[in-house]
């Protein structure tokens, strides 16, 4: 129940497409979703996050759908550029702690 | 921007040996944590640490494992035997108010944790 289940494992994208990563959680109690951006030798950096009583939330060029009846959250990439190229992890949390999803490497080819 | 600081960025040690990871949270956070990400893997929850304790913990954080707040400023993470499997990468991480709100869980650059 504390699994969070994130796919695809790796995404390639054109240099302005949209980039779709998806996550699938299980506890209804966690009540915050975030989502971390690495880059290589980095630690994760927050991108954007989202409560569980709004449907979408947006941020220039990056969007958090949430679907709460269906327990599944998406992050999409507008415009997607080269320096997104990272990896991407979605998290659940309820209380700070954070439960990862299995993390999305992102690969946009100029 | 303030930042959470670690030291070593790589740390090598012998199977058995006790290793010290240090970090320095961001000044006016009061939660911390420990993460470890085996590579190719996912971030994993070790320990959070508020108030000088431990307010939870994963399997993961077994007796081999303490942490200690031994000054102000300073987040540490003992692993006191290592073992193979220990390899990973450690990142701490620091809160104001526990992730709850505007208030996101600030991750380190991690330390590399090699045992050989």
């Known amino acids: 129940q504390q699994q969070v289940k994130q796919s695809p494992q790796s995404l390639i994208v054109q240099k302005g497409g949209i980039s779709i990563i998806n996550c699938a959680y299980e506890?209804?109690?966690?009540?915050?979703f975030p989502w971390y951006q690495q880059f290589p030798g980095k630690g994760p950096a927050l991108l954007i996050a989202?409560?569980?009583?709004?449907s979408e939330k947006k941020e220039g060029r990056f969007t958090i759908s949430f679907n709460k009846s269906a327990k599944q959250f998406s992050l999409h990439i507008m415009d997607s550029q080269p320096g997104d190229s990272a990896t991407y992890f979605c998290?659940?949390?309820?209380?700070?702690?954070?439960?990862f999803g299995q993390g999305t490497e992102l690969s946009v080819k100029p | 921007e303030p930042e959470v600081t670690q030291t070593p960025s790589h740390q090598v040690t012998q199977m058995g040996q006790e290793v010290i990871l240090r970090c320095v949270p961001i000044?006016?956070?009061?939660?911390f944590y420990w993460y470890r990400q085996i590579l190719g893997q996912k971030v994993e929850f070790l320990v959070s640490f508020y108030n000088n304790e431990i307010s939870e913990k994963s399997e993961i954080f077994d007796d081999q494992f303490s942490v200690e707040r031994p000054d102000g400023s300073n987040f540490t993470l003992k692993i006191r035997s290592t073992k193979l499997e220990d390899s990973a990468m450690y990142f701490c991480?620091?809160?104001?108010?526990?992730?709850?709100?505007?208030?996101?869980?600030?991750f380190g650059n991690g330390t590399r944790l090699t045992v050989t």
């Open positions: 998290a659940a949390s309820r209380g700070g702690k954070l439960i």
């Open positions: 506890n209804t109690a966690f009540d915050y």
């Open positions: 989202i409560r569980p009583d709004v």
């Open positions: 000044s006016n956070h009061l939660y």
């Open positions: 991480a620091s809160s104001e108010m526990g992730g709850q709100g505007d208030s996101p869980l600030h």
